[in-house]
């Protein structure tokens, strides 16, 4: 969302909140139009993120006046306090540690699967390089991978091996796989 917002150049509002006029103060003609300019930046940031939110949860921000109050609100709901944050990140270790690949699953699965998990890791501020992520898969497949994972450690340098170099080598591999099953079965 946040992307989204900083494209449509509204994020600034969002982040620092409407400009306002001390009380008292007679705004100039360019003043006054800088401040309508800026509400209805804001009405417009508004709806995007109304639009955005989930309708349970837009009963509870519904009451926000202006999009900062409702970004804030929502940072608070679901990045919740540094302790809340830690636990969160501890189980989301902990499930890395534990990830495996299923038999059966696929390739994109699992990696889709994994990606989920570093992503919402890194979101909540785990320092995860894409190298972290490649030996991890690499350690947890299938079985049936165990000797296309030995040729990559083999034949690549792992700390430069990007993911997506890794899933094209793994995908290819399946595909042989799955086609030889299929071989087999019609035989």
């Known amino acids: 969302m946040e992307n989204f917002l900083k494209s449509k150049e509204y994020w600034n509002i969002v982040e620092f909140e409407v400009a306002k006029l001390d009380v008292g103060v007679v705004p100039s003609e360019a003043q006054q139009k800088e401040l309508e300019a800026s509400k209805l930046k804001d009405l417009k940031a508004k709806n995007?993120?109304?639009?955005?939110?989930d309708?349970?949860?837009?009963?509870?921000i519904l009451c926000k006046?202006?999009?900062?109050d409702i970004w804030d609100s929502m940072k608070r709901k679901y990045?919740?306090?540094s302790r809340v944050?830690?636990?969160q990140l501890q189980a989301l270790r902990r499930d890395f540690e534990n990830l495996q690949m299923k038999d059966g699953?696929?390739?994109?699965n699992y990696f889709a699967r994994t990606m989920r998990l570093a992503n919402n890791m890194r979101f909540y501020g785990e320092k995860m390089d894409d190298v972290t992520i490649v030996e991890?898969?690499?350690q947890s497949l299938t079985a049936k991978f165990d000797y296309i994972v030995c040729s990559i450690e083999e034949s690549k340098d792992i700390d430069a091996l990007s993911i997506?170099?890794?899933?094209s080598s793994l995908l290819v591999h399946e595909q042989k796989i799955n086609r030889n099953v299929t071989a087999e079965e019609q035989a």
Do not use: M, W
């Open 105 to 108: 699953e696929s390739i994109n």
């Open 79 to 81: 990045q919740g306090s």
């Open 164 to 167: 997506d170099e890794l899933q």
């Open 85 to 87: 944050k830690r636990a």
């Open 65 to 68: 006046e202006i999009s900062k």
């Open 55 to 60: 309708r349970s949860i837009l009963e509870t």
């Open 48 to 53: 995007y993120l109304f639009q955005a939110i």
């Open 136 to 138: 991890k898969i690499l």
